[in-house]
């Protein structure tokens, strides 16, 4: 027994050894750590007492620390930033859905301003903006060597004024002048139509306005077209949409998802991890759906597209996704300033992370490019002469076994067919995704 007990308290007595001889060097690590951080901020002051007194010119102290406190941001990775009281008020404003400017959203890549989408219906998208293109000078005067920030305030002006934006394209050989006139953008976060028997959703972004939009443009063309047993499927269009509230991501996926995951976030403790789950209540009431993407729908658009494509609740149609798979926090400041601060990378239901990876689509598609007129018209054949169907013919015979109304059936089908192949001309893409909505249906339902 007495040398159980001496063994116990050997034990115990190495234990608190090894343990104060860990403890010491861990102990003189973090001591040194915090020697070595209050000698960078002593340089930080240094440096900034010297600019203050030395430089060629002077300098508002305010600007250098805000500057200071961008670049310590920006380094971190693209999306974090520090933002001044003015671009505080401006990020309201957007998520709101009305601000002034250009119309696009835009990313740093390797120092260079890369165009994530331009926004539908504004002035940078009847310019001729494309996602993927690289902005380099504005009004002649370079980007390169710009925070992101600073770019953007090189872009914004006084509405009605123009710009001279200097692009560099893939597939261009040479960069290319673009005029754009500064406007208010509105956003109209939803856009809907009817296309045959499909209901197209357009999604151009993710703001307060966004679900309710939704929810109200689905029903009207449901109304339209006379009921959901009228309705083959719904395309929900993410085409160059750049996201935006993470909130509002979650609220579309639930709005077609009975249940289940819909995203993840994970942050650098565990512990601040958050899961979001759909509700019952499916706004397509089973209808197929087939979502679209490019690789200009970023962030909350590739959460609702790895939401209903995890769950087979949708077919991904189109080009591999942007690829922004993290999440920022808008943090307030003192002063009215606020800073944006990457805090979490987010998840599909399957536990895929789709950062600088996106969304694969399905089916693949490319959207061809659209050539000039006159390439269009040296390529078409001439026109031949004479009838080119039989029942073009001189005396041709009638067709006696189908009744008047069966034929104007037929040409009704004729003319939606029709349609169809025009629009392939207009948007192949969406004609793809409507060529499967009608594949589906016409298989009928599954058990």
Do not use: C, W
């Amino acid at each position: 027994m007495k040398k159980f007990v001496m063994a116990a308290l050997g034990g115990t007595v190495a234990g608190v050894i090894a343990t104060t001889q860990v403890a010491g060097p861990l102990l003189a690590q973090e001591k040194a750590a915090n020697s070595s951080v209050y000698e960078q901020l002593d340089l930080f002051g240094d440096i900034f007492e010297r600019i203050r007194g030395q430089y060629v010119e002077q300098v508002e102290p305010g600007e250098l620390i805000e500057a200071a406190i961008d670049g310590m941001l920006t380094s971190l990775d693209p999306h974090s930033s520090y933002l001044s009281p003015d671009d505080a008020a401006q990020m309201q404003v957007q998520t709101r859905g009305e601000f002034g400017g250009l119309g696009i959203e835009v990313t740093q890549e390797e120092g260079f301003i890369k165009v994530v989408s331009p926004i539908d219906s504004t002035p940078a998208a009847e310019a001729g903006i494309e996602a993927g293109d690289f902005i380099t000078h504005v009004d002649g005067e370079s980007m390169l060597g710009l925070t992101l920030d600073e770019a953007v305030d090189k872009m914004r002006g006084p509405v009605g004024s123009e710009i001279i934006v200097t692009v560099v394209r893939e597939g261009e050989t040479e960069p290319f002048d673009v005029s754009i006139i500064r406007d208010t953008i509105e956003l109209q976060a939803v856009r809907s139509r009817s296309q045959g028997e499909t209901v197209v959703l357009r999604v151009t972004t993710f703001n307060d306005k966004t679900t309710p939009n939704l929810v109200s443009k689905l029903e009207e063309e449901v109304e339209t077209l006379g009921g959901m047993d009228a309705v083959n499927g719904f395309v929900l269009d993410l085409r160059n949409n750049p996201g935006g509230l993470l909130t509002q991501a979650i609220r579309v996926s639930d709005a077609f998802l009975e249940e289940g995951e819909i995203v993840s976030t994970r942050g650098r403790d565990p512990a601040d991890g958050d899961r979001f789950n759909a509700t019952p209540g499916d706004l397509a009431q089973g209808k197929p759906i087939v979502v679209l993407i490019n690789g200009g729908s970023a962030s909350a658009s590739e959460i609702v597209a790895g939401a209903l494509q995890d769950h087979r609740r949708a077919i991904v149609v189109g080009t591999k996704s942007f690829g922004k798979g993290s999440v920022q926090t808008v943090m307030p400041l003192r002063g009215d300033g606020a800073m944006r601060l990457t805090t979490a990378r987010y998840y599909t239901p399957s536990g895929r992370s789709i950062q600088a990876l996106g969304v694969s689509p399905d089916i693949v598609v490319e959207q061809p490019r659209r050539r000039p007129a006159e390439d269009e018209e040296e390529d078409a054949p001439a026109s031949a002469v004479g009838p080119r169907t039989e029942g073009e013919l001189r005396g041709s015979l009638d067709n006696d076994s189908l009744s008047e109304d069966q034929i104007k059936q037929i040409e009704a089908d004729r003319a939606k067919a029709q349609a169809a192949a025009d629009l392939r001309e207009e948007d192949y893409q969406l004609a793809y995704a409507i060529d499967i909505l009608k594949g589906l249906n016409a298989l009928g339902p599954t058990e």
